[in-house]
């Protein structure tokens, strides 16, 4: 039972490249979420997932676009990262709608020169 | 104002020592809290719901007073283990959790 897994790990980008993070959960969770944490910050959500098929902004979406693919599987896509978006990125998941116990995965570190 | 204000700290206390923090959150509405627990460099994992007044759990409490819109964390006995950056994450209507940007402690032998 490996919870969330989310890759890459760590991602070195120059500004303007595009990539995709990619999230998977094997909890059967409905809900799903991506959030970023800069040095010194608190977690920002970014975009979330109440449910397969649902997609809504958090509180930082602007340069980032997500895909629900379906229960499991949450993508957050830089399509021109800049230096900005450098940041720790992590995928996480509850039960329910918008259950209160979120499951995280590792994080991904990634740097945009 | 922000959701949540947490003191960043960082709180250095020494082992077996009780330390105790502080989070004010802003909106009246919020109806449960949370605490989550991040080690450096590493994720953020749940340590402790708080539905009412408050919830204990082994050396850990958290209260709540919803007449000053604050809830605490008290660690009582202090481990060398217990350092880390704790998160206070409020629970308002149906929107996803917003986090607090935390308090470090720091424990020390």
């Known amino acids: 039972n490996a919870g969330v897994t989310q890759t890459p790990k760590f991602q070195v980008l120059k500004t303007g490249q595009s990539m995709t993070l990619q999230c998977a959960q094997d909890?059967?969770?409905?809900?799903m979420y991506w959030y970023r944490q800069d040095p010194g910050m608190g977690l920002r959500l970014i975009y979330y997932?109440?449910?397969?098929?649902?997609?809504d902004k958090g509180e930082v979406p602007n340069g980032y676009n997500v895909s629900r693919l379906n229960k499991r599987e949450f993508s957050l896509r830089l399509e021109s990262a800049a230096p900005s978006q450098t940041s720790v990125y992590f995928c996480?998941?509850?039960?329910?709608?918008?259950?209160?116990?979120?499951?995280f995965g590792e994080g991904s570190w990634l740097t945009v020169v | 104002r922000k959701e949540v204000e947490q003191d960043p700290g960082p709180f250095n206390v020494p082992e077996g020592a009780t330390v105790a923090f502080n989070c004010t959150y802003s909106?009246?509405?919020?109806?449960?809290f949370f605490w989550y627990r991040q080690d450096c460099r590493k994720e953020p994992k749940l340590l402790m719901s708080?539905?009412?007044s408050g919830n204990e759990d082994g050396r850990f409490t958290a209260q709540l007073n919803r007449a000053s819109q604050y809830i605490s964390l008290l660690i009582r006995d202090s481990k060398l283990s217990d350092s880390a950056t704790y998160l206070c994450?409020?629970?308002?209507?149906?929107?996803?959790?917003?986090f607090g940007s935390g308090t470090r402690l720091q424990v020390q032998p």
């Open positions: 996480a998941s509850s039960e329910g709608q918008l259950g209160n116990t979120i499951y």
């Open positions: 909890m059967n969770h409905n809900s």
């Open positions: 997932s109440a449910s397969e098929g649902t997609t």
């Open positions: 909106n009246s509405a919020s109806q449960s």
């Open positions: 708080v539905y009412s």
């Open positions: 994450v409020p629970r308002t209507g149906r929107r996803a959790l917003t």
